[in-house]
């Protein structure tokens, strides 16, 4: 079993799990199933916690993809001289507070999307704030209309659902794709996409809520000259 099953690719809402440690070296484990997100796709990986079969509670720091092997995930612990048992059973789970936070600004970077129609030529998912860069020039980004407009998507309580086409239907449908140097990943011959309601439908693997309301209100902060063609969008919760 060199695969990790990414239980918040179907359900970004779990908050734990039990699981069976699958292969582990000096602070960092791996196992069989996971409610922590890898770090990819402008998102940082989960922080949280494992608890071991004796009832002792370790600090999980980070979370990222097995270099070579994306479809398995590590995690490494706050303490980095703790080896875990393999075979052994123990529950994650997932810094909550901090992971909604993260939801939360992925899908407002989504809705951001959604109101410039220019390329994607980079990105970032921060915790209480967001950036994305487009391939566009001086003339093209009006931040109050860009601003109205992510606030007005947050207000109609859209609807934002994950679903997987094959990578033949992505080939056939390349005008999803709006990361212009990224292209999305192909686990298993399938992508994930993300779709929120009448509004955005583009791949991507990351964690999201369920309905824009529960974003909250956003303001747009900064627009950044990086370069003739490419203007970085700064935004970030209006709490
Ligand atoms: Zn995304």
Known sequence: MNATERLYEEDSYLKDCTAEVVASEVGLFRVNRTVLYAEGGGQPGDSGAVTLPDGQELAIV?????????????HYLQDADTVLEVGSQVKLAVDWARRHRLMRMH?????????????????????????????????????????????????RDLEVAA????????????????????????????????????ADLQPCGGTHVKRTSEIGALVVGKIENKGKQNRRVNIRFAD
């Open 62 to 74: 980070k979370s990222v993809k097995q270099p070579g092997n994306p479809n398995a995930v590590l």
């Open 107 to 155: 899908s407002a970077l989504h809705l951001l999307c959604a109101q410039v129609s220019a390329g994607v030529t980079g990105g970032s998912v921060g915790d209480g704030k967001g950036r994305i860069d487009f391939n566009i020039g001086a003339d093209g980004l009006d931040k109050e209309r860009i601003n109205d407009g992510l606030n007005e998507l947050v207000s």
């Open 163 to 198: 679903r997987w086409i094959t990578a033949d239907e992505l080939d056939e449908n390349p005008d999803l794709v709006r990361t212009m140097e990224v292209q999305p990943p192909r686990s298993g011959g399938k992508v994930r996409l993300i779709e929120v309601q009448s």
